[in-house]
């Protein structure tokens, strides 16, 4: 039976941005969430700090998405940092902005910003319908759940799917509604690790003394992209801060040549030509390890990766050392596998939707958050467009709703 009743599936930031916005205009609203509890990865993020945001123009954030095809604008536009912040405050949690524009709530946590929201929802009468996993569609186009008390069969007047991507599995996106929608017809373009770490063939060396270690004070720069942050090294390879940043344009490089180059500069506040000057004037009876330490304070992980990455030989002349302090090459042999990613690429096709984020081949039937084809890097870029396509899709519930 159909009821005039709105459908979310997924309770992360972008379904229960679509919740807000309906139930706000008065729709009663159903939101289905197949774990135990809501919003698991929204809560993740926030496990070292929930970095919900990022300052900007509008033209600096929207060059952070990859592949947002001309819909984004739109979306984004109408809900990027400032409505971000503003939803927060209005949620009893200032926002805190860090010294490179990352906004935060003051609390830094996402647990309560999470209760203050679900207890809101509850309050306009948005009903959580947890353990609840979508199935796919009944021969009638009804939407099919497992639930706890068995196989339930919906037919509201409108769904938005926000599944998710398709890592951090044990959070609940599995990425397994791709398939369904893949039988439906509904173009789906694989899934591809985002914000994710990379493969090094490590010496022994430094997979033994260096693995954990925090790469400090670096530029870091892959395929004309460059940025000034740190990463660490893991035992297999890298990951974290820089490393996230660049991770699309790496991504890229191995899909199509196998590998990628991870280019470091290791002192961005000194050139080459001073970097020179100090290693010529340093007694030659010293070691090259000495040399670097006394002239460059060059210790520790940074120098480890100098010796690792850079011909030994050339690093005895001043003016080769200088050049492969400014620009070493790390190599990298792949990504970590989907489910470590922070996020995944791939997901819906932008062309499987109009303009409303509905369905062209599903209508009344909306997509938002990490489930469509979109990439962005960490820095809260990945939370505010979830949130302002469930909001997109919120709203385009209501259009159709009117119709
Ligand atoms: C460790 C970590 C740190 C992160 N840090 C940040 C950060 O600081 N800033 C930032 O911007 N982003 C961060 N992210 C990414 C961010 O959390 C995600 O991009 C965001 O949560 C995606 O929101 P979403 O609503 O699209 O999907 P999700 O939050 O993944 O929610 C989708 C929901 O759908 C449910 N679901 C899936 N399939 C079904 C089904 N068949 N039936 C019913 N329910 C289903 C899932 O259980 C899940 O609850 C981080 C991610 C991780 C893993």
């Known amino acids: 039976m159909t009821t005039d009743r709105v459908a979310i599936i997924g309770s992360g930031p972008a379904g229960l941005m679509a919740a807000e916005v309906l139930s706000e205009a008065g729709v009663?609203?159903?939101?289905?969430?197949?774990?135990?509890?809501?919003?698991?990865?929204?809560?993740?993020?926030?496990?070292?700090?929930?970095?919900?945001?990022?300052?900007?123009?509008?033209?600096?954030?929207?060059?952070?998405?990859?592949?947002?095809?001309g819909l984004f604008p739109d979306q984004i536009g109408a809900f990027g940092p400032d409505q971000v912040t503003r939803w927060m405050e209005g949620l009893g949690m200032p926002a805190h902005v860090g010294p490179t524009g990352r906004i935060f709530p003051q609390s830094m946590k996402a647990?309560?910003?999470?209760?203050?929201?679900?207890?809101?929802?509850?309050?306009?009468?948005?009903?959580?319908?947890?353990?609840?996993?979508?199935?796919?569609?009944?021969?009638?186009?009804?939407?099919?759940?497992?639930?706890p008390e068995g196989e339930v069969m919906?037919?509201?007047?409108?769904?938005?799917?926000?599944l998710g991507g398709g890592s951090w599995r044990r959070l609940g996106s599995d990425g397994a509604w791709a398939s369904l929608f893949d039988q439906a017809?509904?173009?789906?373009?694989?899934?591809k690790p985002s914000n994710c770490g990379f493969t090094v063939d490590w010496s022994d060396r430094i997979r033994e003394r260096f693995a954990g270690a925090p790469v400090k004070g670096v530029q870091l720069s892959a395929g004309g992209q460059v940025t000034r942050e740190e990463f660490a090294v893991t035992a297999r390879g890298v990951e974290s801060g820089g490393v996230y940043?660049?991770?699309?344009?790496?991504?890229?490089?191995?899909?199509?040549?196998?590998?990628?180059?991870?280019?470091?500069?290791?002192?961005?506040?000194?050139?080459?030509?001073?970097?020179?000057?100090?290693?010529?004037?340093?007694?030659?009876?010293?070691s090259l390890s000495n040399r670097l330490r006394k002239?460059?304070?060059?210790?520790g992980v940074k120098a480890a990766l100098l010796f690792e990455c850079a011909d030994r030989e050339a690093l005895n002349d001043p003016a080769r050392a200088a050049e492969a302090i400014k620009a070493l090459p790390l190599r990298l042999t792949g990504t970590v596998p989907l489910d470590e990613a922070i996020s995944t690429a791939g997901g819906v096709a932008w062309e499987a939707l109009d303009d409303q984020l509905m369905l062209k081949a599903r209508p009344g039937q909306f997509c938002a958050g990490e489930m469509i084809a979109w990439d962005a890097p960490t820095g809260g870029y990945l939370i505010t467009a979830c949130m302002a396509t469930g909001r997109a899709a919120g709203r385009g519930v209501l259009e159709w709703l009117k119709r």
Do not use: C
């Open 28 to 69: 009663v609203v159903d939101v289905y969430e197949a774990m135990p509890s809501a919003g698991r990865k929204f809560l993740m993020a926030g496990k070292s700090g929930l970095n919900i945001s990022h300052t900007g123009s509008e033209h600096d954030l929207l060059m952070r998405y990859h592949d947002y095809s």
């Open 111 to 147: 647990s309560p910003l999470l209760r203050a929201w679900l207890r809101r929802l509850a309050d306009r009468g948005v009903r959580l319908h947890l353990k609840h996993r979508w199935t796919g569609w009944a021969p009638d186009g009804a939407l099919t759940f497992h639930s």
């Open 154 to 162: 919906v037919s509201p007047a409108a769904t938005v799917f926000a």
């Open 185 to 191: 017809g509904i173009d789906v373009t694989p899934f």
């Open 245 to 286: 940043t660049l991770s699309a344009t790496l991504r890229d490089e191995i899909d199509a040549a196998g590998s990628a180059t991870l280019w470091l500069d290791l002192l961005p506040d000194m050139d080459a030509s001073e970097i020179a000057k100090r290693l010529a004037a340093a007694p030659a009876k010293q």
């Open 295 to 299: 002239a460059l304070k060059l210790t």
